[in-house]
């Protein structure tokens, strides 16, 4: 999104932001949409016909408090990327972490559901805290504040640059549980990207915001389908990198189906009017969305026969 | 409150509303609350020790979407609500009314843990509209708008006032499944109250704002419980309303626990500004809060060996 | 809105609600919007090429907080319609009370842009409260809470009701300044309707909700523009009585302008969902909104070389 | 704030970050805050009696859209400061750019009331497109959206980015009014920090986050006063930067006034449940905050005699 299309020597073309076009390069140009100008814009021209209804229908649905959500759909969505090998791209913001939420989201990598994890500083960090402390932002599972909590992500940060990174403090028992130990016993790769914010950072987080953006494209390229958590600037940031549509093994395209979680209809909305008019809103509390969601896939896969690895690491010689 | 203390003839203090005040009644009058002009304010004396933690500690946190919600707890209160005797009055708006948060409201009425239900004309039409046609505000369960969609609640209210009430269209079978449905079959008493906004109304709606408080008290002042959800205008009339403490068989006092749930931290806010300080909130989706509550309170009863009514009226000769 | 279409027996058509029509009516009966049955629904009929731009325009476009708010526009869309001697209906939540804004609802009364005002019992409470006492809700005009201050709006209740009505308490000079004084002093007449929230009531609230609502109708049919600030309730309320059409003197019809003045996007976004198409969102706080407008109705006044009425009421032999 | 207590060789205290602290650095150590393991904390120390009343209770008052804003008070704090040759650091979002409200944030550049200016890529970007192309985020200054005009902005950076920075941009006159174009003109030093969600960047834009909150913290240590405006990212990562007090000539300390703008009770709670307590929280749309702010603060210039720089750089040669 907001890139140049480029004509490389090959006669293939190529999208690029404008930092990498370099001088000498056969970029398209015009002001114009409609082919006065050589470019002609049709947003809407792989979609078939929209009356169709289905899954389209409720895809572009406006986002609403008001409107029932529809968890089925979404159930079966996500087991449908997960038996074509499709790459689920999760994008949480720190809202992700508490309490229920983590058990729901480590219980989405240990079973398959989460192509790569794309995050902040804080997920990490405050995850890395429960499994240390047993506290998130220094509060109990319950909500409560303890006393000298206040100071304990600041503590795990420090276990981890002392162990060099995320993985090493796996490994050295440091950390034991989680959305990040299940990343990385699982091999689902994450990419933590740095802000202003952030207090540390973790060894592993990438402070440099372009550079970062490279690496979420990584897995953005990849994508086959989006879910946005509780978080305004990733998800704006994966919404401008996201294709529109995934190619389907036949040359045929679908849509990207994206989904957008947040506490207000604002975020969703921003989204569209940034461009990732796919995105369909769910207009909840992120902690609320996890556990339903989970819960819908489980009795999907039940319903299928289909067992589940119940938040255990079940297998002898373990999951690597 | 906002109301008068009136010492009676017979030497007993009656808590009274402006309009209900007659002349000659004796009016305690005072603006101090320090005891200089007769009047002492000691708003915690009944609580105890503020540090002694548990379930104080939880109601009086601050309301925020970034804390965890403790449904557990939640649940075992209800249950305990249930268990005692207790009268729990439920307060909801319309978002209540959609798919799935719909068969939740039915279960708890079914499962014996809703004492009154105090609402507005919408979540009796919606309901009823799904009743009869399968829809709410036109939408399907999966929130996708049906063709004439918009005129079905209109439809539903006319087949209820040509049976002349809620209970009575029950009887004829015109409502057969759903939130009235239940308050009818197993004796729960509602109050509907009227608003300028409404369409209609049934004619079980009371569309005076003055008897509307009046009955609605018949019940407030019977709680021992509250949960108000998705709803700005009743859960601030009913805070007004309710007690603050509950008195037990011995005599003691405890808190009257009070859930309030909303999209955002706003309303509880304002419940709190406008003096119902235990109010505790969960800042979510009503119909995500009302399908978690259910699913902890299974799982508690289970644990606790109790079956439930699983959403099926079962026992031969009817339930009444 | 909501309502059905009655042929009478002199051929006229009429509009009415489902509690009006009479057995023997002639009612237009359809369930399809495409003329199959004998109704055909056609929105847009009545506004012309909808690429015209200018006013319709911004009337269409989607509500954000991101989008600039044009004062000038609305400025000039108020002096029009005090100029062509319109009626602009105003509809206003407590909110507009609060210190500033209550000044500037002055000013527009007094300037002749009101043409009829609907609200609540709050908002005639806490202006009265204010003229008495000085305190809105008990806060001073810089949001400071004082001592006893809770009180103050039912002792300002109290009085209004031993004078009998809004009107006699201004005549006895009880009332001496602010929005329900300068309705009184420049005969613009208020609809105030009960809620289930209310306070009091005062003695001119009407506390039945249908009989509040053929009040309110009265102004409604013949409002030219609408002004709906920070209330859900009646916004929507009025909203669904508006015609979405004002017929000129030439016959000819232009849509019924509509603000509705938010700090969100939820309450215009409901509005537009439950038929009032026609309304532009300003996402801001109503005190910001009221001063601002004020101040480009000001400008563009002085522009035009009009004096106003600076908050004073002028001519000598009085105002009425 | 989240950082270590450093006693340095000379005897000197010093708070660093974790990842400044060196082995072999003495740092205070302490799980307790009673001073039983020798850290004493005691956050009101300095505040003297809470009961004074005046700005302190202003400060402290709770978050709310229902209260009263008091511009009166903020006007006069901004012109204080200016007087007493404070350093007011405001951080500012990307709404700040429409319309009037770069109008207005400019006239405050221009008359001598921002100390520095902390903000991210968009706010630059948007401004710079509206003073080449006369529009923000595409749009014109009364919001509507013009053709092609989604693409001006990346066109706006790819000239900056041809000048070489934005001082050469205007320099060279491709930049010619507004918010960094005034910056540059009266040596208003800015930080643009960068994140994963901008285009470009532009040349300016730190793109490495430890790197910018480097340079963000040059201003916060001098701040003498704060004012952050409609952004969560920058507020947050400011708030954690300020320190809570300034300290007066004499010696003696005063809470550093902090003013934190947002369309919702939001961000101003996350700023104080994060540590930044004396904040004091506007809940508005930015644009009109802005406004108003002006507009009390030249009342308030005109009452004690004071000229402003109109909008206008108005001295032959030049400002610089």
């Not at 999760?90 to 309490?99: D, E, I, T």
Request: charged share 20%.
């Amino acid at each position: 999104m907001d890139s140049a299309l480029v004509l490389d020597a090959a006669g293939e073309l190529w999208v690029r932001e404008g930092r990498r076009v370099k001088q000498g390069d056969r970029v398209a140009v015009g002001h114009k949409e409609d082919g006065s100008e050589g470019i002609y814009v049709h947003a809407s021209a792989f979609l078939g016909d929209p009356g169709e209804g289905g899954e389209f229908k409720f895809m572009t649905s406006e986002v609403s408090r008001e409107k029932p959500i529809d968890y089925s759909l979404m159930a079966r969505i996500l087991i449908e990327e997960r038996d074509r090998g499709g790459y689920p791209v999760w994008v949480a913001g720190p809202a992700l972490v508490h309490s229920r939420a983590r058990n729901d989201m480590t219980w989405f990598i240990q079973n398959g559901f989460v192509g790569a994890l794309l995050a902040g500083n804080a997920v990490a960090v405050h995850d890395i805290e429960a499994s240390i402390f047993n506290t998130t932002l220094g509060m109990t599972g319950s909500g409560e504040a303890t006393t000298g909590g206040h100071g304990l992500h600041m503590r795990a940060i420090n276990k981890v640059r002392a162990a060099g990174s995320i993985a090493k403090a796996v490994e050295q028992g440091i950390i034991t549980d989680g959305i990040m130990y299940s990343c990385v016993k699982h091999d689902v790769p994450f990419v933590l990207t740095g802000s202003i914010r952030d207090d540390g950072p973790l060894p592993d987080v990438i402070t440099d915001a372009v550079a970062a953006q490279d690496a979420m494209k990584q897995h953005t390229k990849r994508a086959t389908m989006a879910i946005l958590i509780a978080t305004a600037l990733h998800a704006i940031a994966t919404g401008n990198m996201l294709p529109a549509f995934v190619t389907e093994p036949d040359g045929s395209l679908r849509e990207l189906a994206t989904i957008c979680v947040d506490s207000s209809e604002f975020v969703v909305s921003k989204l569209k009017d940034r461009g990732t008019h796919q995105a369909f809103g769910v207009v909840t509390n992120a902690q609320d969305f996890m556990h339903i969601l989970r819960l819908y896939v489980e009795r999907e896969l039940d319903a299928r026969g289909l067992a589940t690895n119940h938040g255990r690491l079940a297998v002898a010689g373990g999951v690597r």
